[in-house]
């Protein structure tokens, strides 16, 4: 069989999929779901949820399940109190599970250290005494911008604690992506490191806050760990973590708040230049994390090493590695590093040498994986593993069955898991022990969750019909709006399915024969770059920030391994000169994206064109452009208001230029 990962000619094989994997009779016997849990939930949605929140210690207990008379804005649980780092934390020290291990953290460059629930505690507590000392609390604003280090979970669970929002910032993001962030959420505290750990180097991180807050005047204060004891440069607002948090008492008693006090900001990219900084609160976001983390993982909190391998910078570090896991009182590894430092098997050394039994991870990195041969995990015993997940883009079938076959030992079951930032925890997913797994297909909405593929008009379609997805139940993790930004909300999620009161993903989707649900990807201007989204937009405003572009159109064309790449066509300014197409000009141009928005957001390729294409009405054609990056034909092109222009591209090109 011959192997084409990566999104554009993997689709067709996508639906042609007909293999399916019945769940061992074994693995159904001690499966934490049961076929019944469906029923359960269709008979009465309410109440099912009802029975999810009370995984959960509620200081007080809620009056109302849901209230969703002012749509699109829900409340869950209303009424309710409950403190979410308590419910990670201090009950399971309670319930006799103090010296269990909650995190096994694993430094890039071999340190390890094992945190025990006890010792969590006692870190979190010191860390919100901190956060009390310089006057943070409640609805509060907290930017953390760390490495996989635990005090950057410390700062999380002490942030929920005391009541104040974290706006978690993924590390590898730029100053300026960094202080648009801080300036939207109007941050008072920066939570930072000195530096990071990268491919077995320590790089500096400081530099960047500093950057960062001289333009963000709301931060008082920025708190620094020391990670890499690499030199930072000192400002009257920073303070050491050794310094400040050490020193407090190890005691501290949470506070119980409402059900649905803000508990994060999380930004993500939309269709335009400015990202949208995505709101979640307390009660509802925590019952669905622990729900889905318990069943779609099967997670045995008893005897399972859980390992999910994202950063918290995203999404899944806060539902799958801090609130939903800690509150299922999991044993979980967490990795500081990258996956080929000293070497290509060091995941696998990390499962040996802690019998890890879940592992999450997403497609791109199973796809290098596979590029690095299987001879890697095959030098590992990874018997321990007995469920395995996915989650982040479309998993092609190819990268399923190698992942089932050479990572869980041709047995064990594999979840593809679709959500999103908005969604707050998984909502598609087959449950291990119930249904029979199909590579590529994230199957089903799980119980609870209502979700569906409609056409242009909103129209459920039939079996074997394709369209959009749509989420037509509200869900307790749900969002609870854009920071700041009504009308946005209302806009990007509400608006396209108005009249049914759909919520609109901006996923493509497909049923298959037996109803089971195929993502296709983003039906927007969003790329997905090994499981990350980036609008086309803001790598655009990045570009023509730069003083030789007068124009650019960026778009996301396949790739084999991050499923999509970065492709940029770019129109020099008149006096740009002569050399600004050259290869020196633009690697300056990459290197200026970088600093813009961040490393990832690096364009693969930059290709200098006389022009772009254009409709009559001024729109980039886009699908046009997408046709060159990926080498087809280019297709029609009869809306095009000058359809010479694809000529000239393409010549220009050809000539090398
Ligand atoms: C977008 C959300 C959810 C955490 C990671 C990404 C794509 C996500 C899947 C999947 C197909 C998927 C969608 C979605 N996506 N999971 N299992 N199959 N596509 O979170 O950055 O908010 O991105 O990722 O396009 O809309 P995010």
Redesign the pocket.
Known sequence: MTQSPGQGNALDNLLTESRTFPPSDEFAAQANAQPALYEEAKADREAFWAKQAERLHWETKWDQVLDWSGAPFAKWFVGGKLNVAYNCVDRHVESGHGEQVAIHWEGEPGDSRAITYAELQREVSKAANALTSLGIGAEDRVAIYMPMVPEAIFAMLACARVGALHNVVFGGFSAEALRTRIQDSEARLVITTDGQYRRGNPAPLKPAVDEAVAGAPSVEKVIVVKRTDTEVAWTDKDVWWHELVDSQSDQHTPEAFDSEHPLFILY?SGTTGKPKGILHTSGGYLTQASYTHNYVFDLKPDTDVYWCTADIG???GHSYIVYGPLSNRVTQVVYEGTPNTPNEGRHWDIVEKYGVSIYYTAPTLIRTFMKWGADIPAKHDLSSLRVLG?????INPEAWIWYRENIGGGKAPIV???????TGAIMISPLPGVVSTKPGS?QRPLPGIGAKVVNDEGVEVPHGGGGYLVLDEPWPSMLRGIWGDEERYRDTYWSRFKDQGFYF???GAKYDNDGDIW?L??VDDVM?VS???ISTTEVESALVSHPTVAEAAVVGASDETTGQGIVAFVILRGGAGADAGGAEAIKALRDHVAKEIGPIAKPRQIMVVPELPKTRSGKIMRRLLRDVAENRTVGDVTTLADSSVMDLISAGLQSGK
Request: hydrophobic share 30%; net charge negative; charged share 20%.
């Open positions: 993500t995203w999404v899944t996915s989650v982040g883009e479309p593809d898991t679709w959500w999103q930032t908005e994230a993903a901006g996923d993502l990807g983003r997905n499981g990350h989204r």
